[in-house]
Nanobody, 124 residues
Framework: VQLQASGGGLVQAGDSLRLSCAAS????????VGWFRRAPGQEREFVAA???????SYTDSVKGRFTISRDKAKNTVYLQMNSLKPEDTAVYYC???????????????????WGQGTQVTVSS
């Protein structure tokens, strides 16, 4: 499975962006597709994920502002980011994996496949 992330850019605080993660290849079983981010000088952190069942998960700091969704026909997962803040500035990575149980969704180590990352910069 190969993942291609896109949609990043430079925006102002309060603006919106939509990231896309296009997957080639097929995920099976209890798969999940997630978004992680890494800000300069910080550890990679979980942002959001969607499981095969459609269940979504979010880190607390983005709840109510970010929405993860998928288009099965296009094999693409989206991350709609609204009300962006300067602290959202980071490189965003999409990741996917098979056999990810709900409790493992926020763990980067649970994901087998990673995209190349897309830069999101939010100016104040």
């Amino acid at each position: 499975v190969q993942l291609q992330a896109s949609g990043g850019g430079l925006v102002q605080a309060g603006d919106s962006l939509r990231l896309s993660c296009a997957a080639s290849g097929r995920l099976s079983g209890s798969y999940a597709v997630g978004w992680f981010r890494r800000a300069p000088g910080q550890e990679r952190e979980f942002v959001a994920a969607i499981r095969y069942s459609g269940t979504t998960s979010y880190t607390d700091s983005v709840k109510g502002r970010f929405t993860i969704s998928r288009d099965k026909a296009k094999n693409t997962v989206y991350l709609q980011m609204n009300s962006l803040k300067p602290e959202d500035t980071a490189v965003y990575y999409c990741a996917a994996g098979n056999g990810i149980i709900l409790s493992s969704v926020p763990r980067a180590g649970a994901y087998n496949y990673w995209g190349q990352g897309t830069q999101v910069t939010v100016s104040s």
